[in-house]
């Protein structure tokens, strides 16, 4: 394989995952601040946020880039439902919110016992259609992702969402500033970013896992920690490695924590998704600008 300034291989099993005349391709920039990045294997489009904006915007390989949505509320992160349907944090509403396919906004959660949320930043679907996403306090810290205000919640949770019966369970509340979060390919595990460092350098800067059963997560350890400003979004492929946005690009590890390599990229990383129609493409939402690179890997996330 021809050497690409682009990776950094730390361990033989990464060179396998790479191509090596890959290129890393810009498309689009302009954004003040890209993130949330999500893939409609049906439409054979990708939504993401442009969160200071106040837009979500849409990338087609044929049409290219248009608007999606403006005001979004300032979303952060989305993915889908079980049904296909677009599920979404919104900071400037401080609660997550489900798009029906007829294009109605369905609120799923905007408080926890009685008191409004943090600004819920990302999540995730279970096959079981269980909700989970993050709830740190970045958007509401000011009036750039958000609007600035006190937070209500004593803790910065990870909750977990039944939307069948709308019930709502804080499944882990000793986070700094719990971020991007992604399930292992079956299941078992799921990974949570601790992004705290982002405005203390004293503060984690790490990806923790957790054990998952019967809705409730146990067993919490660190996983890995990131060594180039700090983990935001994350992605886990079908071989069971993770994928972390980071200062320098996007680090790979191996299901041990073993840091496997990294795709560098010019701007700081916030988010990342695999889609294409393999599921091969790895799309990464860094700073002003929409990224994508071809690996040898199957991204997990479904549908």
Sequence with gaps: MAKNPIYQIHDPRFARMIIGNARLEELYTGCRWAEGPVWFSDANQLLWSD?????MLRWTPEGGVSVFRQPSSYANGHTRDREGRLVSCEH????????????????????YQGKRLNSPNDVVVRSD????FTDPTYGILSDYEGHRAEPEQATRNVYRLDPQTGELKAVVTDFNQPN??????????????DSGASHDESLPRHIRVFDVGGGKLANGRIFATIDNGIPDGIRTDMAG????????????FAPDGALLGKILVPQTVANLTFGGPRRNRLFIAATTSLYSIYVTVTGAQMP
């Design 51 to 55: 969160i200071p904006n106040q837009r």
């Design 92 to 111: 400037g509403t401080r609660r997550v919110t489900r798009t029906e396919i007829d294009g109605a906004i369905t609120v799923l959660a905007e408080s």
């Design 129 to 132: 259609g269980t909700i989970w």
């Design 180 to 193: 991007g979060l992604a399930f292992s390919a079956d299941e078992k595990v799921l990974y949570v970013t």
């Design 241 to 252: 490695n993770l994928w972390s946005s980071a200062g320098d690009g996007v680090h790979c």
